[in-house]
């Protein structure tokens, strides 16, 4: 009894071990752009331990990359599963969401990544963004609020802040915000300017 206990956990050590080795392999591949290889690598990983979480987010990546949306979000299932705070693997699902225009599911995944890493910026940016496409303008401001919060000089949030302020009427306050987007490097900010507030003013 305790012989075949010892070459059972020999086995799970060993599988493990050697899917550890394929996943740190597959990293390489997938550093150095060789996507191909490095999904092989990954499905290596997975077959030797099906509980390998980074590979199937890893294997996800190389999906997405390759625009197998479908594919890259079942390995994203699988990472959350296998891991509940994997706020990468939240993320990442959440940006095919967003691609795919389910925006309310793309919200729902933002805020799980929120939940788990509250300074999360790029999270917040992009819940903003798909609460833009829903017409959510206040939750998608109070996004770009509290990512100025972390990072008072974050020049995508003045930005992204400007044009939802100018598109739920508050003028004065988006110019601003746009205004502050220019002053700190993002100059297709003027263009906008030009376009919608200047002659906004000269309207009234």
Known sequence: ?????????????????YAQDYTQDGLELFSNGNYKEAQMQFNKAIESDNKDSQAYYMRGNVKEIFEDYLGAMQDYN???????????????????????????????????????????????????????????????????????????KNVDAYYLRGVLRLEHGQLKEGCLDLSKAGELGDFKAYEVIRERCNRRFEDE
């Open 1 to 17: 009894m305790r012989t075949t206990i010892f070459i059972t956990s020999l086995f799970f050590f060993l599988s493990s071990s």
């Open 78 to 152: 699988v990472a959350v599963e296998l891991r509940k705070n994997f706020f990468e693997a939240y993320f990442e699902r959440g940006n095919i969401k967003f691609q795919l225009q389910d925006y309310y599911g793309a919200i729902a995944d933002y805020t799980k990544v929120i939940e788990i890493n509250p300074n999360h910026v790029t999270a917040y940016y992009k819940r903003g963004q798909a609460q833009q496409q829903i017409q959510a303008y206040e939750d998608a401001i109070s996004d770009c609020t509290k990512i100025l919060e972390i990072n008072q």
